[in-house]
C-alpha cells in the first residue's frame, strides 16, 4: 500500500479523536456500520459492481474491508491517525490510502473511479459541495457517487429527539429545526463536560444537499431510508419497535454523473 501526503486541515477536528474512532469501529464496523451500513451497501454494490472505488473520508477503512479482492481502492481523509490505521487493518496490495483535505481539490492522478463513496462522514465536512466535485472529478462519465447520511430530515443533533405521547402511547420523532444550516458541537466524550474533545456535524436540508449535487454535476438516481434493525422488550417494546420501523436513521442516496 503506497501513502501519498498533501497538506490538510490541522485543525481537523477528527485527528483528535481518532484513537476513539479506531476503538469505536474496530475491525468489523460499529453496531450499525455491521447490521445495517456495510449488508445495505452490499447489495448496491451488487448492482453498481465497482472495478475502482474512491472512498472519500475514508477514516479507518471499514469499507476496504468488505470489499471483493479485486477491487481497486482508494481511501482519501484529512487525519494521519485514522490513516495509520486503515493501513493496519488493510491486507490488500490493492488498496492504497492518501492524506489530504477533503475540501481541496483532489491531488490524484486517478480520473476513472467508476463508484465513489462517502459514510457518515459529509455531515462532518464544513463544505460538503467540495467533496461532491471532488467525487464528480474522478469519477468516469455515468459512474456513480453514493452518500450514506444520518437522516437529515430526523437525526439532527441537538434538534431531533425521541418523545413520548402517552395518551396514545406511541413514540414519535420530534424536530425542532430543519431548513436552517446548522454548525454544531459534538463532545466526544460527554461525560468530560467542557473538557471533552470536540467534533462539529454540518447540518444541510434534504433540499440543500440535492441542490448541491445538481451544482456539482450529478443526478440523483435512487434513495434509500434505512431503518435501525434493534428491537426493544418490555412495556413499552411495542412502541419503539413501532417507531424505530417508521421514522429511518439513514439516508443513502446514489448520485449519478452527468
Known sequence: MKKKTQPANKNSSWESVSSWYDKLVGSKGHYYHEK????????????????ALLDLACGQGI???????????????ASHSLLQAAKKHSRNKKHTFYQQDLTQPLDLQKKDFDVATILLALQN?????????????????????????NH?????????????????????RRVDRYLTPL??????????????????????????????????GFVIELMEEWCC??????????????????????????????
Not at 437529515?152 to 414519535?172: A, G, H, L, N
Open 183 to 216: 454548525t454544531i458541537p459534538i463532545q466526544a466524550h460527554p461525560s468530560q463536560g467542557e473538557k471533552s474533545v470536540q467534533t462539529f456535524s454540518y447540518h444541510y436540508s434534504l433540499s440543500a444537499i440535492s441542490s448541491m449535487l445538481q451544482k456539482a
Open 36 to 51: 445495517v451500513i456495510l449488508p445495505k451497501l452490499h447489495n448496491l454494490f451488487s448492482v453498481y459492481r465497482p472495478s
Open 229 to 258: 434493525d434493534r428491537q426493544s422488550t418490555g412495556p413499552k417494546g411495542k412502541m419503539e419497535n413501532r417507531s424505530r420501523n417508521e421514522i429511518p436513521m439513514f439516508l443513502a442516496i446514489v448520485a449519478m454523473k452527468i
Open 152 to 172: 437529515p430530515c430526523f437525526r439532527i443533533p441537538r434538534q431531533t429527539s425521541w418523545m413520548v405521547d402517552e395518551e396514545k402511547k406511541i413514540q414519535y
Open 63 to 77: 469499507l476496504s474491508r468488505i470489499l471483493p479482492d479485486e477491487v481497486t481502492y482508494t481511501g482519501v481523509d
Open 125 to 149: 465536512i464544513p463544505d460538503p459541495l467540495a467533496v461532491m466535485k471532488s467525487a464528480w472529478a474522478h469519477l468516469k462519465p455515468n459512474s456513480r457517487f453514493v452518500l450514506v447520511l
